[in-house]
């Protein structure tokens, strides 16, 4: 008897591999300066947070921490999330048979709620005015109640995350750009994008200057972005990786998605139009001085997510 060819791809295999989009006419004003976007919202579960929580899953199950197991019976996976994390883990909770336990501000978007509610997830919502540190100080409560009931993935300290991004982002943007990229940008929550993509880009060349952004005070609104100064700094994170940090402001990011819907045809979550906003403003720095670098540069940013789970703000309509 034979066994019969599978067709497709499972959802696992759906990750990574996501396209560079040009940005074209938000440069237009500096020739020979490029903004590549890398679209993450083309993973299955629409973010780039898909690469983090497979890899923590698939740690987490190699190492026999968390079993495959019914979504109602079993030892759960449980996490702190602002949402697109959340998100990833829901998905694949439901493809692979484990349940999901997410603690999450309750003033997330309603959009990931349905999402999340949609996955079959359970979702524990924490006071908004503590942000996701709230939510992680939560998640740690559970898992140190909850004795062999949860695997608590922790995001925020887990080395899956950093090392999902050393090898599969930074690879992909190396071989997208045949290694002419200049520098890199991102955006720091978890820092996992940032930290693991910048390592591996810098052993291909170390003249590459990455470049991390974060929200420029404690009170903001770049969902899933974190104020290193006033927030729970993340385990994984080093401060000493960037060769500069940049800060932006929540209206310069809600303008530029707003900027990029309208002049690109690009709909993008506010952490990735506050990304691109970081990339042009360091494009028109360099611009600005003069140098043959700065003319020849070739910037890459994350897009982390579209803006589907974003759309009910108000923003869009200013």
Not at 74 to 93: E, H, K, P, V
Not at 256 to 265: D, F, K, N
Not at 280 to 303: S, Y
């Amino acid at each position: 008897m034979t066994t019969a060819t599978k067709f497709g791809t499972g959802v696992l295999e759906r990750i990574g591999n996501t396209p560079l989009i040009r940005l074209e006419r938000i440069t237009a004003h500096l020739p020979r300066v490029q903004i590549l976007g890398k679209a993450e919202w083309a993973n299955p579960g629409g973010s780039v947070k898909d690469r983090a929580a497979s890899a923590i899953v698939a740690d987490a199950q190699a190492r026999g921490l968390l079993g495959a197991s019914s979504a109602t019976h079993g030892q759960r996976l449980l996490d702190a999330t602002s949402g697109n994390t959340g998100i990833a883990y829901a998905m694949l909770g439901a493809a692979m048979g484990f349940g999901v336990t997410l603690c999450m501000p309750s003033n997330v978007s309603p959009e990931r709620k349905k999402i999340l509610a949609a996955y079959g997830a359970e979702v524990i919502s924490t006071d908004p005015a503590d942000g996701s540190d709230g939510a992680i100080r939560k998640a740690r409560e559970l898992a140190d109640d909850g004795g062999d009931q949860y695997y608590y993935a922790d995001q925020y300290g887990n080395d899956a995350n950093w090392r999902a991004h050393y090898k599969s982002t930074a690879p992909e943007i190396w071989r997208q750009t045949d290694g002419q990229i200049t520098h890199f940008v991102a955006g720091l929550g978890t820092s996992g994008t940032f930290m693991g993509t910048t390592r591996r880009l810098k052993e291909y060349s170390p003249s590459i200057e990455c470049i991390s952004m974060q929200p420029d005070s404690a009170f903001h609104g770049l969902e899933g972005m974190k104020h290193m100064a006033s927030a729970i700094v993340p385990a994984i994170y080093d401060p000493g990786l960037a060769d500069r940090n940049m800060e932006m402001e929540t209206e310069k990011a809600h303008a530029m998605a707003r900027r990029l819907a309208r002049e690109e045809g690009v709909l993008v979550g506010v952490s990735a139009a506050a990304n691109v906003a970081t990339a042009l403003k360091l494009a028109e720095e360099l611009a600005e001085a003069g140098t043959r670098r700065a003319q020849d540069a070739v910037i890459v940013t994350i897009l982390c997510d579209s803006a589907d789970k974003y759309l009910s703000e108000r923003f869009w309509e200013e």
